[in-house]
């Protein structure tokens, strides 16, 4: 059974970097046609998808978000990170990984999520 | 740009059965859907994939209560014999070229 564990710093300060790790046991991040995606949610809103990673090492972005987003992957340790630049109130959030099948070009289903872990940002 | 809308609240009763909607926008009528659901305090959980057809095929160990319809430009969840555990989010999402990924606004479900 796939299964994805997020962790990472639960505070950060405003204008640093968020950074998060998803570790996978159960699967190989490097298996074909599987997508590694993050994906937020702030305090009683609504899901918002962050951006991904490919087996390839390919990765795409939330065009909101791009400009502060980077998304990596460690194939030795079977997991992947993301780190958030210039981070404010806003970017306050649980965030979730997960994994999906590629489809027209994009992460399509996703099938199996991590638990989430909450990141506050606050000074 | 796609726009994925669902009513904000819903409610049945316990037992009842209750259908869900997501409704596509305006030329994204085609686009398959999927269904997730998130219990309070916890990490969403993939309920099923709907197509325009309507066929539909669920992730691992999810119930026979729940299934899924196509209508138009509409995807819909319905779940049969509500249990109190089914009270929750539900959110739909879809993917696609350009589109990248989208959530929609979600609704929560209510057991009476």
């Known amino acids: 059974q796939l299964q994805l564990q997020e962790s990472g710093s639960g505070l950060v300060k405003p204008s640093q970097t968020l950074s998060l790790t998803c570790a996978v046991s159960g699967g190989s991040i490097s298996s074909g046609g599987y997508s590694w995606s993050w994906i937020r949610q702030p305090p009683g809103k609504g899901l918002e998808w962050i951006g991904y990673i490919y087996h390839s090492g390919s990765t795409d972005y939330n065009p909101s978000l791009k400009s502060r987003v980077t998304i990596s992957e460690d194939r030795s340790k079977n997991q992947f990170s993301l780190k958030l630049s210039s981070v404010t109130a806003a970017d306050t959030a649980v965030y979730y990984c997960?994994?999906?099948?590629?489809?027209?070009?994009?992460?399509?289903?996703?099938?199996?999520w991590g638990q989430g872990t909450l990141v506050t940002v606050s000074s | 740009q796609l726009v994925l809308t669902q009513s904000p609240s819903a409610s049945a009763s316990l037992g009842a059965s209750v259908k869900l909607t997501c409704t596509l926008s305006?030329?994204?009528?085609?686009?398959?859907i999927a269904w997730h659901q998130q219990q309070p305090e916890k990490g969403p959980r993939y309920l099923m994939k709907v197509n325009r057809d309507g066929s539909h095929n669920k992730g691992d160990g999810i119930p026979d209560r729940f299934s899924g319809s196509s209508s138009g430009a509409e995807r819909y969840l319905t779940i049969s014999s509500l249990q109190s555990e089914d009270e929750a989010d539900y959110y739909c999402q879809t993917w696609g070229y350009d589109i990248r990924v989208v959530f929609g606004g979600g609704t929560k479900l209510t057991v009476l």
């Open positions: 305006s030329g994204h009528s085609t686009y398959t």
């Open positions: 997960a994994r999906a099948e590629m489809d027209l070009g994009s992460p399509s289903v996703f099938d199996y």
